[in-house]
T-cell receptor, first 111, second 114 residues
Framework: DTAVSQTPKYLVTQMGNDKSIKCEQN?????MYWYKQDSKKFLKIMFS???????INETVPNRFSPKSPDKAHLNLHINSLELGDSAVYFC??????????FGAGTRLSVL | QKEVEQNSGPLSVPEGAIASLNCTYS??????FFWYRQYSGKSPELIMSIYSNGDKEDGRFTAQLNKASQYVSLLIRDSQPSDSATYLC??????????????FGQGTELSVKP
């Protein structure tokens, strides 16, 4: 019974396409995050939601749009994909203590 | 200067030795510090958290914090080949409304040789 689950695990697409990644947590946490990990393994926060409210919005192109329909779900939609968007995207959740639990990641490859 | 810095490695130690991983951070007001382990192709997994100066031990792992020097370290005693992974240092920056934000270092790759 996975605590933080992301779909899909792999995503291969062409430049210019629009794609979405979904995340769900069953831990009852109020806070969820999206991170991007590049090819050098540098993990950088993109967005944070607390109980459906946007809390953190880092310097991310506005082609990236998060959406939280309820506190257990946080989705990421990406418009007009570019080569530089290729990375592993991790969803995470937290009970509010700064300790974060990560999903398995979505490996996005833009061709 | 990067906000959280680690040596990228790889750090290679023989099985049974002590592995020492280091991390420095730039924001003196930071209060919460974490070590995550990430196996290749997997997600980060929390292994230690530390909030006060000094040492915190959990099994074979010891986290050390020195806020005056802005330095956090992780010691792994009796290193095992299964400890081979990338270790990420993470810091919660000070200030309100940070939403539990963590800033990660670039990670140190550890290789434990049998």
């Amino acid at each position: 019974d996975t605590a933080v689950s992301q779909t899909p695990k792999y995503l291969v697409t062409q430049m210019g396409n629009d794609k979405s990644i979904k995340c769900e947590q069953n831990l009852g946490h109020d806070t969820m995050y999206w991170y991007k990990q590049d090819s050098k393994k540098f993990l950088k926060i993109m967005f944070s939601y607390n109980n459906k409210e946007l809390i953190i919005n880092e310097t991310v192109p506005n082609r990236f749009s998060p959406k939280s329909p309820d506190k257990a779900h946080l989705n990421l939609h990406i418009n007009s994909l570019e080569l530089g968007d290729s990375a592993v995207y991790f969803c995470a959740s937290s009970p509010g203590s700064y300790i974060q639990y990560f999903g398995a990641g979505t490996r996005l490859s833009v061709l | 200067q990067k906000e959280v810095e680690q040596n990228s490695g790889p750090l290679s130690v023989p099985e049974g030795a002590i592995a020492s991983l280091n991390c420095t951070y730039s924001d003196r007001g930071s209060q919460s510090f974490f070590w995550y382990r990430q196996y290749s192709g997997k997600s980060p997994e929390l292994i230690m958290s530390i909030y006060s100066n000094g040492d915190k031990e959990d099994g074979r792992f010891t986290a050390q914090l020195n806020k005056a020097s802005q330095y956090v370290s992780l010691l792994i005693r009796d290193s095992q080949p299964s400890d081979s992974a990338t270790y990420l240092c993470a810091v919660n920056p000070p200030g309100n409304n940070q939403g539990g934000k963590l800033i990660f270092g670039q990670g140190t790759e550890l290789s434990v040789k049998p």
